[in-house]
């Protein structure tokens, strides 16, 4: 694939997986259904494109476009307080699952506004866009002339603003003045309760009333909804312009040229049908309303109006002020977002002479992760078990901040995909939202669950704990990964005061799951990733991520003092590490890899090639006595499973797979290639999730394989996913599941059953791999040391990133490999001790060492990824270069 068209339209640079209960999940089982690739760019385009419109007073980024099939694919613009999801043409199809057909539109993080805005010249509603342009922080459309007029519209969504943008850029070839309509249609909603929870959106939503107030719309629902413990409210949506409208209308209709529209039934078990393509559902009860405006254009000249939409969720006065402070300098907030975005990719800045594809991944997943940023206040945290309860609160704080899993459904707060996150995060430099993440699921955990230590699985914006209170089975390992993204992002920013705040919460997180091993045999039980049938009391991944979780408590423990702790749980690890290998390893009929699950009594170890096998070569440990730093799985046991995972069975070209193909013998059936004779009822599922991809990305690169065939099918698939235009659903944004394999493509399936067009886990898989292994950048900061030992990957020469955030400092490293001759060079901007090196191919040796040109010794380190030769440097700024050479 040939990428290199995408390099040279950018400009230079500024100085679950885990089975969510969802529909997504469900209906990946469905094998073969509308299994179909997507086209190839520039093919079938949605129409013959005009000149574009755009406003060069306007601030851009580098950006990424698209112009097939736009009716079927999603955009997102996202900001810290609100986001917008429609398709790419610029209509607003009924879209998501959780309440069927209302994911889409516009929010605020804890409240839906508008299903969706419409704008028409004249006469005539303006048509479906001709081209989608991704670009960072905003989203344009080109639109179709109409009534002699070209448009683009922009799509952007401030930080810290309680609402969103749209600016209609106009051309026209003579002097004139148009008749500008603009439609909005409300949808005043609460990210809880769902659809088919208990209550239902179908009780819960209050129609909503549309007026006309300071020429401007104003929608409001108000009220108490009839179930118990519900509570009143007073969500209000405002929209307009800073010009006078002419005229205006409200009612019950007003979207542009989807009226009238095609509604979509309420989801169920009873539910028929859907159509191909709604624009509302049975559980809408908005209202909608027009503003029409005279607009002089002058000949030849753009001229952009803008519009914007304010929201609250408490009353009319803050949706109002929302609304002044997003038009009061429209333009001023498009260029603020970009040079915030900008900043963002000036962090983290990679060179991949030999991976261009990569590369650029890796700037467009820093800018997938802080498009994932989003932040309320006051949230009402109560507890409603899997959506079959709704009772009073139990408790408010006074502010959330989190890391939003995944666009539309699962924009909120989750546990396991924040701890994933955590890891690119640190490497993109992006330290406060991970951080606050962290705390956020603290201090939620620590009201709803009384202090017991279990870490919740899942909140809305709102304040619903849908899962992960103590009476519910799981999710274990989100208790067990907690300190190990604490103790990560402790050694990458060096925060003591982060360490002291959240360090009684790692503690109490690990003491609960220790409460959890019923059977005393040191594994834990509970609900883990993968929850199917069949699968035995304890989960491979929490097993996996407890002793890790017990390892890297211990290391906090050692930089807190707190010697007893520090005991307890270096003892707990190394007793499941030493008991781990026989306990888990299965090799029966040629599996080569390790059980999903032990069954209870006696230990049965259980089978079904769940990718969950891989995550024994996921988690690296910190130094435990007499065990260095390295992965779980023992080396021989890593690189045969990963061999085994690389096989048709585990693998398409694309990535991990769900679930593995075993025999087609098996009684529930196998499609596809068979690499051993195990027998298991459960099913093949072959969906590339992007976090499946991520972890064995990051397996492949623990343990020093970074080859093409390797490490590279992962990393490629992850990066073609947001950078193929044969793949991507919306240009640059990660989506949750990769096209292909039993799932398909989102594009060929219905709005309301896709998965996420865009989900933050994926960068793990990115991210991780070029700056913690390719570059080698391992930063125990804490204890004021870093870490940088590269490893070049087969074929290529040079790598190198700079300006890599370490505390508030950062280091810049190059590492080259010609012949025989490997050269680190690293330049540290804050005073840090260094270990710098190379990973030396196995069976090597050194013939000579220097260091800035002096010979110096060199310590050769066994290690999972190969020998490392390594040289201590004192504490110090400034750039260090080591040169080893081989025979």
């Not at 459309?141 to 930080?159: E, H, I, N």
């Not at 007003?254 to 049975?282: K, M």
């Not at 499973?641 to 679930?659: A, I, M």
Request: hydrophobic share 35%; net charge negative; with cysteine.
């Amino acid at each position: 694939m040939d990428l290199s068209g995408l390099s040279s339209s950018l400009p230079p640079r500024p100085v679950r997986p885990l089975l969510r209960r969802s529909l997504a999940a469900a209906v990946a089982l469905a094998a073969g259904a509308l299994v179909a690739s997507l086209p190839q760019a520039g093919t079938a385009p949605a129409a013959a494109a005009p000149t574009p419109v755009v406003d060069g007073s306007l601030d851009r980024s580098p950006e990424l476009s698209e112009t097939t099939r736009l009716a079927d694919r999603r955009f997102v613009v996202t900001g810290d307080r609100a986001w917008a999801l429609g398709s790419a043409d610029g209509r607003w199809p009924a879209a998501g699952f959780h309440t069927r057909g209302e994911m889409g539109g516009y929010w605020l993080p804890e409240v839906k506004l508008l299903d969706g805005v419409w704008f028409g010249i004249d006469d005539q509603w303006i048509g479906q866009g001709t081209r989608t342009t991704s670009g960072w922080g905003y989203v344009r459309t080109d639109l179709p002339d109409t009534a002699g007029v070209q448009a683009s519209r922009t799509d952007v969504v401030p930080d810290g603003a309680d609402g969103a943008l749209v600016g209609l850029s106009l051309r026209s070839d003579t002097d004139r003045t148009i008749s500008l309509r603009a439609d909005a249609h409300s949808e005043l909603l609460g990210s809880y309760p769902w659809g088919e929870t208990q209550p239902s959106q179908k009780t819960e939503n209050l129609p909503d009333t549309a007026s006309v107030e300071g020429g401007h719309l104003l929608f409001r629902d108000q009220g108490k909804p009839p179930h118990p413990n519900a509570e009143a409210h007073d969500w209000a949506a405002t929209f307009g312009s800073s010009l006078t409208p002419t005229a205006t209308d409200t009612g019950t209709d007003f979207r542009g040229p989807q009226d009238p529209a095609v509604v979509c039934p309420a989801s169920g078990p009873d539910a028929p049908p859907q159509p191909q393509r709604c624009d509302d559902t049975e559980y809408g009860k908005g209202a909608g309303g027009r503003l029409t405006y005279d607009v002089p254009l002058r000949a030849g000249e753009v001229r952009t109006v803008w519009f914007g939409i304010g929201g609250s969720s408490a009353g009319p006065a803050g949706a109002r002020s929302a609304l002044s402070g997003l038009l009061d300098d429209p333009a001023g907030h498009l260029a603020a977002k970009v040079a915030t975005r900008q900043a963002v990719d000036g962090n983290t800045v990679v060179d991949l002479p030999g991976d261009r594809l990569l590369e650029q991944s890796i700037r467009w997943s820093k800018q997938m992760l802080a498009a994932s940023d989003q932040r309320v206040a006051n949230p009402r945290l109560r507890v409603v078990r899997a959506g079959k309860e709704y009772p009073p609160p139990a408790g408010t704080i006074a502010s959330m901040r989190w890391l939003g899993a995944g666009w539309p459904d699962y924009p909120w707060l989750f546990g396991t995909d924040g701890e994933y996150t955590a890891f690119a995060a640190v490497a993109a430099g992006q330290f406060a939202p991970i951080k606050a993440h962290l705390r956020a699921l603290r201090d939620v955990s620590e009201v709803v669950n009384g202090g017991s230590g279990k870490i919740v699985h899942e909140v809305t914006p709102d304040g619903a704990v849908y899962f992960g209170a103590n009476a519910d089975a799981g999710n274990t390992d989100e208790s067990s990964k907690y300190p190990s993204a604490v103790a990560e992002v402790w050694r990458w920013t060096g925060d003591d005061a982060f360490l002291r705040d959240l360090y009684p919460a790692s503690v109490k997180a690990m003491k609960y799951v220790a409460t959890l091993d019923e059977d005393g045999d040191g594994w834990p039980e509970g609900l883990g990733n993968v929850e199917r049938e069949g699968m035995g009391e304890e989960k491979l991944d929490n097993a996996v991520y407890t002793i890790r979780g017990y390892a890297d408590l211990a290391d906090m423990a050692r930089a807190r003092g707190d010697n007893k702790t520090r005991t307890w749980s270096e003892q707990r690890a190394r007793a499941m590490v030493k008991a781990f290998e026989d306990a888990w390893w299965y090799d029966d009929g040629g599996a080569n890899s390790y059980a999903d699950s032990l069954d209870d009594p006696g230990n049965e170890k259980v089978f079904q090639r769940h990718w969950i096998g891989l995550t024994p070569t996921d988690a690296v440990l910190p130094d435990l006595p007499g065990r260095p730093g390295d992965p779980l799985a023992s080396r021989a046991h890593g690189n045969t499973t990963l061999d085994q995972h690389e096989k048709p069975c585990f693998t398409n070209e694309l990535g991990l797979f769900h679930t593995g193909t075993g025999p087609t013998s098996a009684p529930a059936g196998n499609p596809g290639a068979s690499c051993d004779s195990v027998v298991s009822a459960v099913p093949s599922e072959r969906s590339v999730f992007t976090l499946n991809s991520a972890i064995a990305a990051v397996s492949e690169g623990n343990y020093g394989r970074l080859g093409s065939g390797q490490q590279g099918v992962y990393t490629h698939g992850n990066a073609r996913s947001q950078l193929d235009p044969s793949l991507w659903e919306m240009p640059g944004a990660m989506p949750e599941i990769v096209p292909g394999g039993d799932f398909g493509a989102n594009i060929n399936r219905l709005f309301t059953e896709r998965s996420m067009v865009m989900q933050a886990w994926g960068a793990y898989g990115t991210l991780w791999p070029v700056v913690h292994q390719w570059l080698g950048v391992a930063p125990d900061l804490g204890r004021g040391t870093v870490a940088v030992v590269p490893q070049v990957p087969a074929g290529q020469s040079t790598i190198s990133g700079d300006t890599i955030r370490l505390g508030d400092g950062a280091v810049d490293v190059t590492a080259t490999r010609t012949g025989p001759t490997y050269t680190t060079e690293v330049t540290r901007h804050s005073r840090l001790a260094l270990t710098i090196g190379a990973v030396l191919p196995d069976g090597v040796k050194v013939r000579k060492a220097t260091l800035d040109g002096r010979p110096v010794g060199v310590r050769l380190v066994r290690t999972a990824r190969g020998a490392e030769a390594q040289v201590m440097v004192r504490p110090g700024t400034g750039t260090s270069s080591l040169v080893v050479v081989t025979r």
